[in-house]
């Protein structure tokens, strides 16, 4: 069975940093691109990001609204995918999930953890 | 990028009744050279992660009851609920995969009438 699971948010205060984790089971990880995607309280889904597996020299890419201050890496040793925060905003605030992409799209999604971003 | 516009914002269906849903993107996801579309629907209940419903616009993922079906091409799609269930109560979401980055709709929140 499928399974990710993200810990490491909490609170944070504007300008500070996180790091998010996401575990992966189930599957051969090290053969998959993952992605972050983040959903603020209450909105919609943006994706945040992404990584490509080892096949395609791990490239990520990311959303133009984390651009240069958010990235992502993965230990394929240990079945984990992360995703480093820093210069949070307030808007930054939501919760992260972490999927498994195939073929396009997301096909497992772990249950998310919240990040806010307060004074 | 690509932009995604989902109507309407939410709609209310009787139990047993269809309930339709669209998806507009701001040009075409449509892959000429396999004539796939780069499209997939999400339906999110609260407090839990978004479930893949279908991609390719009109493939239905393993253990989807069929009463899920999406259609269109090119840049306009649906999704449509045939005969629509108290668990289907949800918020579902289309998103194009055609070219990066990844973009979702806004979410049509789908009730109980």
């Known amino acids: 069975e499928v399974q990710l699971v993200e810990s490491g948010g909490g609170l944070v205060q504007p300008g500070g940093s996180l790091r998010l984790s996401c575990a992966a089971s189930?599957?051969?990880?090290?053969?998959?691109?993952m992605d972050w995607v983040r959903q603020a309280p209450g909105k919609g889904l943006e994706w945040v990001g992404r990584s490509r597996n080892k096949a395609q020299n791990y490239i990520t890419e990311y959303a133009a609204s984390v651009k240069g201050r958010f990235t992502i890496s993965r230990d394929d040793s240990k079945n984990s995918l992360y995703l480093q925060m820093n210069s949070l905003k307030t808007e930054d605030t939501a919760m992260y999930y972490c999927?498994?992409?195939?073929?396009?799209?997301?096909?497992?999604w772990g249950q998310g953890t919240l990040v806010t971003v307060s004074s | 990028d690509i932009v995604m516009t989902q109507s309407p914002d939410s709609l209310a269906v009787s139990l047993g009744e269809r309930a339709t849903i669209n998806c507009m993107s701001s040009q075409s996801v449509l892959y000429s050279s396999n004539n796939k579309n780069y499209l997939a629907w999400y339906q999110q209940k609260p407090g839990q992660p978004p479930k893949l419903l279908i991609s390719?616009?009109?493939t239905r993922e393993s253990g989807v009851p069929d009463r899920f079906s999406g259609g269109g091409s090119g840049t306009d799609f649906t999704l449509t609920i045939s005969s629509l269930q108290a668990e289907d109560v949800a918020v579902y979401y289309c998103q194009q995969y055609y070219s990066p980055p990844l973009t979702f709709g806004g979410g049509t929140k789908v009730e109980l009438k």
């Open positions: 390719w616009a009109s």
């Open positions: 189930g599957f051969t990880f090290s053969d998959h691109y």
């Open positions: 999927a498994r992409w195939i073929e396009g799209r997301c096909d497992y």
